[in-house]
């Protein structure tokens, strides 16, 4: 017991999520190797399951915690120049905190509330601000603020004043983010506008590819005239790295009820170009409306859900 505690002593919920997923999802496939051995549909299945266990939780936490430290940002501006509005009014640092424990500042009020406790605790504002800096190390502006007031205060500057500054500069940062967003707004747009084309690119080759391998009579030497191989791209194929893929879309094709044959084989290829396209083009999304990879998150999940759903769909209407 004492081990254990020895071993996850000092984790955050980033340390969990980034080692627990990930030991879970080795397990998983370690098992149902040893417990099925041989079968290589069950065992690619349960990879691409263990792939998205291991990394799902990171990125979603990351996701989540990128959202609350820019919210956190957003009130930035306000509470400093309550701050201000304080000091100029003949209160101290520690009044002005307090006094601003009492406002609603959405998610920075829990860090200002705790800023004041470590004061009235006995530890100085400059500690006290640091520890909130490194609590919210993902914000470049939160940290880059932290470091200017704190130099002011050691150099002697006028803190209301530079305080006041950061303020401004904050809002112009803040205000700036918002005029980016909304101009790129429209690249995320056409980004989804071609992942939906692609869908339909890839119904009409599902509809084109799949009746030609399921052709009667299609001898050997004409399915090489076609450019297919006869019997499907899996046939004869046993082993190895390419009996895996063979197997991981048989399996698919199982999972999902695709059909049997050929037919299955192109409609699992396809549904996997269509999740994976989904979860790239919305991470791209991300980076591109809101300079986060990790913000794309929202997107690829609405895109992936969607390709999928679409496909599905298609494929229970007789259109793939």
Request: aromatic residues 10%; neutral net charge; hydrophobic residues 50%.
């Amino acid at each position: 017991m004492d081990l254990t505690k020895d071993v996850f002593k000092g984790w955050t919920t980033l340390d969990y999520v980034k080692n627990i997923p990930p030991i879970v999802s080795a397990l998983m496939v370690s098992f149902v190797a040893v417990a099925f051995l041989g079968d290589t549909s069950l065992l690619a299945v349960t990879t691409l399951f263990a792939i998205i266990v291991g990394a799902a939780p990171y990125f979603l936490y990351n996701y989540f915690r990128v959202k609350h430290v820019r919210d956190m940002e957003d009130q930035i501006p306000n509470f400093l120049r309550d701050l201000v509005e304080a000091l100029k009014s003949g209160m101290n640092l520690s009044t002005a905190i307090e006094q601003a424990t009492h406002a609603d500042y959405g998610r920075l009020t829990p860090e200002i509330k705790k800023m004041h406790y470590q004061m009235t605790w006995g530890v100085p504002f400059d500690e006290s601000l640091l520890a909130f800096a490194k609590r919210v190390k993902e914000s470049d502006l939160i940290n880059r603020s932290v470091r200017i007031i704190i130099e002011a205060r050691k150099s002697g500057g006028d803190v209301a004043a530079i305080m006041e500054t950061i303020a401004s500069d904050a809002a112009i940062i803040k205000e700036a983010e918002k005029e980016r967003k909304a101009k790129t707004s429209q690249q995320v747009f056409i980004m989804y506008l071609i992942y939906f084309m692609f869908i339909v690119i890839v119904i009409s080759l599902t509809r084109v590819l799949a009746p030609i391998g399921e052709l009667s009579g299609l001898t050997a030497g004409g399915a090489a005239t076609l450019g297919v191989t006869a019997g499907g791209p899996c046939a004869g194929v046993t082993g190895g790295a390419t009996g895996a893929v063979c197997g991981f879309f048989d399996a698919l094709a199982r999972v999902f009820g695709l059909g049997t044959g050929i037919e299955s084989y192109y409609r699992a290829l396809f549904m996997s170009m269509i999740v994976v396209q989904g979860i790239f083009s919305g991470l791209i999304a991300g980076q591109i409306g809101e300079d986060s990879v990790f913000a794309g998150v929202k997107h690829s999940m609405i895109l992936t859900s969607l390709g999928f759903a679409i496909f599905i769909l298609a494929f229970k209407l007789g259109f793939a």
